[in-house]
């Protein structure tokens, strides 16, 4: 029952956003949608309108591919695309605004009753942001300027944004290409993100699928994702995140599937992962909480996970989880991580299972049940490597454990199976279970099992 409250608060919180049934079409204000000109004028004076009416749909007929600078969505205004039409991105730094926190193709602030549905997509087109095409990852186009507020490559637009806003709503929707993140929730309260597609380019970095920062109340289910980098990002920088429900979600990743925290402090209550299947991923479950916020309370059920090695260039070693209190830098403070269950979980993976508190700041009951856990290697990438990045050690030689511990206050795990698939003999895998008895209390197993299967 306890699993099922993020839940039913939600059901109790999300509402749609639209209230009116007015109606208008962007080709009605102007908009040629031949992909060469730009639109930005045209649909603007139909979002606008739309506003100024009280709210309603604004709708982009179907075959039309629509080229736009960033698009600024109004109070009670949802974007409908029809099946066939696309909102593409510009790719010049004129197509943005002169702040870099507001670099989105489409963008909401402060507002209410907002949302994007249909059948269409959106079109970041991230190809054109690769400055050099590079087997270990790509090399990116940087608009890093003086007091631009991002380093290096990290200095390029993301695809959608939703920016201190209520009653959102974003369904039925492809978002491809994205040439930074994708989908950005920042201090949003009552979201639902439902049956999305996601598709970003495997060799371009920071390309997550859906970051929810600062946001409470929110709902993301039947949602496929098929990215580079993170694929569910909650982080917490300026305030708390409570209330999250992930469900019924596909998800194909180069790094971390679900990944929890890398902001500056977190706070993170009532979390329910539910049927989740994550599919290659780099890293498969990561849980990271750093500078001194705290996560309690999550549950991850029933997901599919198989993880792979990839070039050390990005973070992440295809731990099928991931969980640490590390702290980021010297400068910050370790976080705090308890009440953590993971039930149901199956995973084919190149890696273990990565537990890692930090000294001071332990993680606090975790809860493995029913897991089934695969081993083996069909990759050339090598392994032996403990990945603490970005903070704490660093890289650390190491052998490869199924799971490893540390710094671990409460472990339970019951019915958990462990299984090496053994083709080439099982070289750089070490013990089913490493911890160190000084930095690891109250452990208890039951039914734990680890064997081998030679092909």
């Not at 989105?104 to 054109?128: F, R, S």
């Not at 920088?237 to 209330?243: D, E, I, L, Q």
């Not at 925290?261 to 209550?269: E, H, P, R, T």
């Amino acid at each position: 029952m306890a699993s099922l409250l993020p839940l039913l608060v939600l059901l109790l919180c999300l509402q749609s956003p639209l209230t009116t049934s007015l109606t208008l079409s962007v080709a009605d204000y102007g908009a040629i949608g031949d992909g060469r000109c730009y639109d930005t004028s045209a649909i603007q004076s139909a979002i606008d309108a739309c506003a100024a009416a009280g709210g309603g749909r604004v709708v982009f007929p179907s075959g039309g591919t629509y080229l736009t600078k960033t698009l600024n969505l109004r109070s009670g205004v949802v974007l409908r695309l029809e099946r066939g039409s696309r909102i593409l991105g510009g790719t010049r730094r004129g197509d943005y605004p002169a702040e870099q926190r507001r670099w989105y193709v489409v963008l909401a602030e402060d507002a209410k009753g907002v949302g994007i549905e249909g059948e269409g997509t959106i079109d970041g087109q991230g190809g054109a942001f690769v400055e050099r095409i590079d087997d270990r990852k790509n090399v990116m186009v940087s608009w890093n300027g003086t007091g631009m507020g991002c380093l290096g490559d990290e200095c390029r637009p993301r695809l959608v944004g939703f920016l201190g806003c209520e009653g959102v709503a974003v369904s039925g929707i492809r978002f491809v290409q994205p040439a930074y993140w994708c989908l950005h929730l920042v201090r949003c309260d009552r979201t639902t993100i439902r049956d999305v597609q996601i598709k970003g380019d495997w060799d371009t970095p920071n390309n997550d699928g859906i970051d929810v920062e600062d946001s409470n109340n929110t709902l993301i289910e039947r949602v496929r994702i098929d990215t580079g980098d993170d694929a569910i990002c909650p982080k917490s920088s300026t305030g708390p995140v409570v209330n999250l429900v992930a469900r019924d979600c596909w998800i194909r990743t180069k790094s971390s599937a679900i990944k929890l925290g890398s902001a500056s402090w977190f706070d993170f209550k009532n979390f329910l992962f539910d049927n989740i299947t994550v599919v290659d991923s780099h890293r498969g479950l990561a849980l990271q909480i750093r500078d001194g916020g705290s996560v309690n309370n999550v549950t991850f059920s029933n997901i599919n996970i198989s993880t792979r090695y990839y070039d050390p260039s990005w973070w992440g070693r295809a731990e099928p989880i991931y969980v640490t209190s590390c702290p980021r830098d010297r400068t910050s403070k370790s976080g705090a991580i308890s009440d953590l269950l993971f039930i149901n979980i199956s995973a084919v993976s190149e890696n273990g299972v990565f537990l890692s508190g930090s000294l001071g700041a332990p993680l606090h009951d975790l809860r493995f049940i029913n897991v089934n856990l695969t081993y083996k290697r069909w990759t050339n990438y090598s392994g032996g490597l403990f990945d603490y990045r970005p903070g704490c050690h660093g890289f650390v030689k190491h052998g490869t454990a199924g799971v490893m511990v540390e710094h671990v206050n409460g472990l339970v795990m019951e019915n958990v199976k462990m299984k090496w698939v053994e083709e080439n003999g099982l070289k750089g895998w070490d013990d089913p279970m490493e911890f160190r008895p000084d930095s690891v209390t109250g452990l208890a197993l039951n039914g734990v099992t680890s064997y081998v299967e030679r092909l």
